[in-house]
């Protein structure tokens, strides 16, 4: 088997059936499964898979959990299942355009000092279909990430690889990239420890290939309105970055991408006048003196200045 897309779902009546069908609709010249795995749902999910796998019997893979186990162990359960060269992974409520998986593949075979590819994404709003940007070109970090990246650009500069947009070489230690400890944000990890076992030269596919959905109870909108989502998800982030230690990479790097990500925490929090919130991360960010850029610089130095504050802010928009 050439390739396995792998597809946890829960709780996705309304999406999953559009996902699915993107995937297994494409045309290629290699041989392809579709592993969804149902997590309990408590919607239709899972009767919105079994219609699938009837038309689709040679193609779609379906497992149904019986009880919810949580999306960590949902991604081990479609990983032990995976038999393919490549893996690639798909939230159940984004899209794949038509061609993402001819040229995907192609890339692979085509290259073989590459082991991890990934490619632009449309970023849509589900409610009316319209773009909201480009994932990976208009990510804020953008200008710091070449062509062919790697496990230190991930660290530094986050996640400028949308998760869906993911393809990678199967290895022998798959089923040790899933991060348990993980309660929201698994997709950094889990692409950081493939990045890792693999030691991936990480390519870039500029053509838009697939559609992020944004809606209402996705996980970004749900985090975007909830400070303890936004901390649970900065410690995933956090776990991410320390878990890089066992692959070589150095503790100044990590400390560098940890204040980064702390950093950031700490702007949502002013950006929301979460004051004291905002002081707390500002100042974890710089503990040890280890700036993202000069803009972190004046934001840490001007803390207790508002108005000072304000005026960066604004400059830096």
């Not at 970023?123 to 208009?138: A, G, P, Q, R, V």
């Not at 996980?219 to 320390?242: H, K, N, P």
């Not at 070589?248 to 979460?274: E, K, M, N, P, W």
Request: charged share 20%; aromatic share 12%.
């Amino acid at each position: 088997m050439k390739l396995s897309v792998l597809v946890p779902a829960y709780n996705l009546q309304d999406y999953i059936a559009p996902c699915l069908l993107s995937v297994l609709q494409q045309s290629t010249d290699f041989d392809f499964e579709v592993i969804v795995c149902d997590d309990a749902s408590t919607d239709n999910t899972a009767t919105k898979i079994a219609e699938l796998a009837l038309l689709y019997p040679h193609k779609l893979r379906p497992i149904y959990k019986q009880k919810n186990a949580g999306l960590a162990a949902n991604m081990l359960t479609l990983l032990n299942a995976a038999t393919g060269q490549y893996i690639a992974y798909l939230d159940g409520d984004d899209i794949a355009l038509p061609t993402k998986l001819q040229k995907q593949v192609d890339h692979l075979d085509q290259h073989q000092d590459c082991q991890m590819v990934y490619h632009e994404s449309d970023m849509f709003d589900s409610l009316t279909d319209n773009t909201i940007k480009l994932y990976s070109k208009e990510f804020y970090n953008w200008s710091h990430i070449p062509l062919r990246s790697n496990i230190e650009h991930m660290i530094r500069y986050g996640t400028y690889m949308q998760a869906s947009s993911v393809m990678f070489r199967n290895h022998k230690n798959l089923q040790k990239t899933v991060s348990p400890e993980c309660k929201i944000i698994f997709d950094y990890a889990f692409y950081i420890n493939n990045a890792g076992y693999l030691a991936a030269n990480i390519d870039f596919i500029p053509e838009v290939l697939g559609r992020y959905r944004i809606h209402e109870n996705s996980f970004g909108q749900q985090t975007s309105r909830s400070y303890s989502r936004r901390e649970q998800s900065l410690r995933d982030i956090e776990i991410a970055c320390m878990q890089a230690a066992q692959f070589g990479v150095s503790q100044t790097i990590i400390d560098a991408g940890i204040a980064h990500h702390r950093f950031a925490a700490a702007l949502y929090f002013l950006a929301r006048g979460a004051h004291e919130l905002f002081i707390q991360y500002i100042e974890m960010a710089s503990s040890k003196q280890c700036f993202f850029n000069s803009k972190h610089q004046a934001v840490y130095e001007n803390r207790h200045d508002p108005a000072q504050l304000k005026q960066l802010l604004s400059a830096a928009a």
